[in-house]
């Protein structure tokens, strides 16, 4: 929603249709302070949780939270989630979400200039405690459609288009 501030919600639909969050969605946080845009979200099956990665942003600064939603839409983060990466200048874009067997894992390009992108990471266990975040791409170049998938051995799989050698590679 963009009224009163930016925010991302999340719903949950059920196969009859039907919504099993509260009508309208939980928003990600509950702080007022900051504006939250560019969610995905990643459902675990097994576990019944629902898990949202989002750019926070503040005036000119923005970074990466994340929150963690259980079976019927109560942030199990904190109200206002867990700060992946701090507020900050680079430009925060491609955001990727993962549920894997163990919590998820998140995926985001960040900018301090223009065609400086760089690709990072960070898993989060159950608990929201964070691993990383982490590099995966950390040579800058123009970098974006960053597209992510789990595999059957419960790792993560990144594709983007890479313009560090002057032309379009994937």
């Keep these: 929603s963009t009224s009163p501030a930016f925010e991302c919600s999340v719903q949950r639909l059920l196969k009859s249709g039907a919504e099993q969050f509260p009508h309208n969605g939980v928003s990600a946080s509950t702080d007022a302070s900051k504006g939250r845009v560019n969610p995905d979200v990643s459902f675990d099956p097994v576990t019944q ?5 989002y750019r926070e942003q503040r ?3 923005s970074g990466v939270s994340a929150q963690k939603f259980g079976q019927r839409g109560k942030r199990q ?14 430009d925060i874009g491609d955001l990727n979400c993962l549920a894997t ?12 200039s223009f065609g400086t992108d760089q ?7 159950g608990a929201g405690k964070i691993v990383g975040p982490f ?5 800058p170049a ?7 998938a789990l595999s059957s051995f419960g790792f993560a799989i990144l594709a983007w288009r890479d313009e560090g050698s002057g ?3 994937i």
Aim: glycine residues 10%.
């Design 49 to 53: 949780e629902t898990f949202l990665v």
């Design 59 to 61: 005036g000119s600064t």
């Design 77 to 90: 983060w904190t109200a206002t989630g867990v700060i992946i990466a701090a507020l900050g200048t680079s």
């Design 101 to 112: 067997n163990s919590g998820v894992m998140g995926f985001w390009t960040a900018a301090p």
């Design 119 to 125: 690709v990072f990471g960070a898993q989060l266990d």
């Design 135 to 139: 590099a995966v791409s950390s040579s």
């Design 142 to 148: 123009v970098k974006y459609r960053v597209n992510s």
């Design 167 to 169: 032309n379009p590679d």
